[in-house]
């Protein structure tokens, strides 16, 4: 026999100890989980790390109100399957709390005002460790964040004053008030995650795959069409073959033009793909120069 | 920038390959080397010849580039995104970057060669399997060179390459390329590195970087991509001695599986294999292995970094923090420890101290008994009258800690060898440690 890993094993072998350590070490943790691809993949590492025990830590969805409805429901099925416990921070409900106020016109969004919904969550419920799908290759910001990352009682992240890490020995040491990201596939990049989902055969969201779709044409990405956007008059809707290479909200998450309708061609697509899965459909990191180190500090995903 | 070219990944090779134990592995490296040596363009290159850098990052950079005024697109940026990076052009801590070629998938931490030197370079060290020293050919072996080797040595890392990089502005000299790897063998048969290759490059130009030279016809070795993918990693990992930290209890007690009682860890050394003969460490209960579960099922054996999850024979309720090793090789129980150690806090070691230590799964207190000498990186000058460490210090110290540790020297296993050091003040991790054969 041999004794040779491949890559997506070392990288799967690498991230159940990250979860098993982080549960070990924190008193209460949660798994963040949006529906989206990287957060289908922490699900399965996190089976891999405890089945067949249960999982010791709930399951937390933050829904901003303006879900792809697919997410919603394959969210409800996988966990359902999963038999374990979902815990839902809403948006809505701290808008209508008056915790944040809604922005107003066609480029608004809700993205921004889940910070808010997700520290209280985690001070609601006492969370002191957050698992999230974020990952270094993603971002010029999360490039840099530790695996196990600081936050701080206001739910803050300070870039220049992070802990070393070193080997695979995580410290997870907190004061009260204060929690834990942790960022189990920290060292995957896209490819990575794909080629799991193929080499596992787990079930992701139709609309990451190719299908026809009322959208529109802004700042030279294309939304879908929905209630929850609101349209300029020269915003034209039309009908096109698109799919989806994250699932954040509808707000603030663009298609592309794609006729890849298998994980497959997903593959093969992201393979060649000339601009990166946050720059060719992210709204919400456009906004400037250093748009996620920004929300970051301030104690976004 | 060279155009992209064959060492795209094959669509095919990803669906075949992707976690077939034959297929492409993961290689973790390290470089070293200040912007001067040219290591961004390096950087720059395996990843822009390797399609990594996607179209919006290299329009972004470029624009950053122009917008400050530099003479060269400074690849740099594409990971130095942190506001106080881009306004003050430095770099501020350990940035990974990822590439892949068919055969290969590639972590680079990339230390930056100012701030927080040694700190960084320890930290990217810590995981890798190789390490890229690059430097000048103009200005040959300079300190800086023996403090990257030195480190790279001190961390354990399996395999070193030295790119001489610049050799178009010494005329592809062969004889300069020779005296160079003269002066850097001089002193590097002081370290503990079994594997050093010397590479003639020029990163600006792309000479034995991606593709062979045409200038150099004397050098017969690989470029260093190339090398990069064909280096023999496998047998880095210490194969024999077992070892298994157990890191998660797993216990279900469902009515599918009542009595199921799983010792969750990641395996530190040696091959596990069921039914041998075990012995539980600090305690000293032995049993054999039952079973070796994974989520898919069992499997006959288990060997570094796999996590599995392990079944004993017998009931021993063990918890985390113990160590299960085989009978007729175990490791050592301690409380009386000698280590190497960076400092990295700002608030300096000193004699005395008491301070957390984490070492595999394992968690206790440790303390300051004696700081036996600090070391001068630079000249390898050991100062035995050293009273305490400063950030960014190596030195040698002894210490006490609460409850044994059950470890190997870190030069036989780098996993059980290797240990952290948190300050209960500020819960700040303020040292990395090497176990030492006492």
Redesign the interface.
């Known amino acids: ?14 991230a ?2 990250i979860l ?2 982080a ?2 070490e924190c008193e209460r943790p949660v798994l963040l989980f949006s529906g989206g691809k990287d957060s289908i993949v922490l699900l399965r590492l996190a ?8 999982f010791p830590f709930p399951i937390m969805h933050v829904d901003t109100g303006h879900n792809f409805p697919e997410a919603l429901d394959f969210r409800d099925r996988r966990v359902e399957e999963l038999r374990e416990r979902l815990v839902v921070a809403s948006v809505q409900a701290s808008i209508d709390a008056g915790r944040v106020v809604e922005e107003a016109g066609p480029r608004s969004s809700r993205n921004q005002l889940q910070t808010v919904t997700l520290l209280d969550a985690i001070a609601e419920h006492r969370f002191d460790a957050a698992f999230g799908g974020g990952r ?2 993603e ?3 999360r ?2 964040e530790r695996i196990f990352s600081h936050r701080d009682e206001f739910g803050q992240w300070d ?2 004053n ?8 995580y ?1 997870a ?3 009260r008030g204060e929690h834990l990201r942790v960022f189990p596939i ?2 995957w ?1 896209e ?2 995650v794909w ?2 989902i ?2 596992e055969g787990l079930e992701v969201p139709d609309i990451y795959f190719a299908h026809e779709r009322e959208v529109f044409r802004r700042d030279g990405m294309l939304y879908a069409v929905s209630p929850h956007v609101e349209r300029l008059p020269e915003e034209e809707p039309f009908t096109a073959r698109v799919r989806f290479r994250t699932v954040g909200d509808m707000s603030c998450t663009g298609a592309v033009s794609s006729d890849a309708d298998s994980i ?1 061609d997903v ?2 697509e992201v ?6 899965e946050r ?2 459909t992210r709204a919400d990191d456009r906004v400037s ?2 748009a ?2 920004d929300r970051k500090r301030e104690g976004y995903f | 920038m060279a155009a992209l070219h064959e060492h795209r990944v094959d669509v095919a090779d990803l669906l075949v390959d992707s976690t077939d134990d034959t297929g492409m592995d993961l290689l973790r490296f390290t470089t070293a080397g200040s912007v001067d040596d040219g290591k961004s363009t390096l950087i720059g290159r395996l990843l822009y010849d390797s399609k990594t850098i996607l179209a919006d990052q290299l329009e972004h950079v470029e624009a950053v580039s122009q917008a400050r005024g530099d003479e060269q697109v400074d690849l740099s940026l594409v990971t130095d995104g942190l506001r106080a990076e881009r306004e003050q052009g430095i770099t501020i801590d350990v940035a990974y970057r990822y590439f892949a070629t068919a055969r290969r998938k590639f972590i680079i931490a990339d230390t930056p060669g100012h701030v927080q030197y040694t700190r960084n370079m320890v930290t990217g060290a810590s995981t890798a399997n190789l390490a890229v020293i690059l430097l000048d050919a103009r200005s040959g072996v300079v300190e800086q060179t023996r403090r990257h080797a030195f480190i790279a040595s001190l961390l354990g890392i399996p395999h070193l390459v030295v790119a001489v990089n610049k050799m178009d502005l010494v005329g592809w000299s062969e004889a300069r390329f020779e005296e160079i790897r003269a002066d850097f063998e001089d002193f590097s048969g002081k370290l503990e590195v079994r594997d050093i290759t010397f590479i003639p490059m020029s990163a600006l130009t792309g000479d034995n970087v991606v593709d062979r030279s045409a200038h150099m016809d004397w050098y017969q070795g690989t470029p260093l991509l190339y090398h990069l993918e064909h280096v023999h990693i496998a047998s880095d990992r210490n194969l024999i001695d077992v070892r298994f930290p157990i890191q998660w209890v797993v216990r279900p007690r469902s009515s599918d599986h009542r009595d199921y009682r799983g010792y969750a860890g990641q395996v530190a050394g040696g091959i596990l294999r069921t039914d041998d003969e075990v012995v539980a460490l600090p305690d000293g209960l032995t049993t054999t292995i039952a079973g070796i579960d994974t989520l898919e099922g069992s499997v006959a054996e288990a060997f570094p970094p796999m996590s599995v999850t392990v079944r004993l024979a017998d009931d021993l309720d063990l918890g985390r923090g113990t160590m299960l090793a085989r009978t007729t090789n175990q490791p050592r129980v301690e409380q009386d420890l000698e280590a190497m150690v960076c400092w990295m806090s700002d608030r300096p070691l000193s004699v005395g101290a008491m301070l957390g230590l984490k070492h595999t799964t394992n968690r206790v207190r440790a303390k300051v008994v004696d700081i036996v000498h600090r070391l001068d990186v630079n000249s390898t000058h050991r100062d035995p009258d050293a009273t305490g460490l400063n950030a960014n210090d190596i030195g040698r110290i002894r210490l006490r800690s609460t409850a044994p540790l059950v470890y190997d020297p870190y030069q036989r296993n780098r996993a059980t060898g290797s240990f952290i050091l948190i300050d209960p003040a500020t819960n700040a991790t303020t040292a990395a440690g090497m176990l030492l054969d006492r």
């Open positions: 026999m041999t004794t040779r890993l491949s890559h997506l094993r070392a990288l799967e072998s690498e159940i100890h098993r350590e549960a070990a089976e891999k790390a405890f089945r067949p025990g249960r270094r290759d971002e010029r910001a490039a840099k870039p220049r992070q802990r070393p890490e070193l080997w695979n020995l410290n040491d907190l004061r920290s060292n990049t490819l990575d080629q799991y193929h080499a497959e593959l093969a393979a060649t793909a000339r601009l990166t720059g060719a120069e250093a996620m180190e």
